[in-house]
């Protein structure tokens, strides 16, 4: 179930045909993981109901992972990466950078508190556990990137939050 690992690899042709026939999972917050606006969800409908009047096998699915895994998750995965980075810049540094950098710096590393490589991976592992399945059934997923429509350009969003789907996130 490792997809990095499939086989045969996976060789994406410069044509690519139709859709005809294929089987597509689709879902638009992962069983309430994720807030979403009204428009995201009916935009991400709207792209399975095309795919099924293209040809396609398109089927709603279950997916259950939790906010809290993907917290964690990603918190491990940014403190060992990009906020160790940002970590040995800032005693130097602090002047020239964004509070948001700080501040994404600081929550990582607190996420991560002192887990191990391997938590991190036993985290990776579950989420995949839970998304796996459908590959088994289906050649693809369709899913939103974002919840929202709703971000101001030029706002870091650092010391306040903003609301998507309703509900007020931090």
Not at 130 to 152: K, N, Q, S, W
Request: charged share 20%; with cysteine; glycine share 10%.
């Amino acid at each position: 179930m490792d997809h990095r690992s499939l086989s045969p690899k996976v060789v994406i042709p410069v044509g690519l045909g139709d859709v005809a026939g294929l089987h597509i999972a689709f879902t638009t917050d992962f069983d309430g993981c994720f807030a979403l606006d009204a428009e995201v969800d009916r935009n991400t409908r709207d792209a399975a109901q095309a795919l099924r009047d293209a040809g396609a096998i398109v089927n709603e699915v279950p997916i259950g992972i939790t906010m809290e895994q993907l917290h964690h998750a990603t918190g491990y995965h940014f403190a060992s990466i990009f906020g160790a980075w940002i970590a040995n810049m800032i005693e130097e540094h602090r002047s020239e950078m964004t509070d948001h950098a700080i501040a994404f710096c600081d929550q990582v590393n607190q996420i991560k508190g002192d887990a191990s490589g391997w938590t991190q991976i036993e985290v990776e592992a579950a989420i995949w556990t839970a998304v796996a399945p459908v590959f088994e059934t289906h050649d693809a997923l369709l899913c939103p990137t974002l919840g929202t429509r709703g971000l101001i350009a030029g706002d870091d969003y650092y010391g306040h939050g903003l609301e998507v789907g309703g509900q007020a996130l931090d």
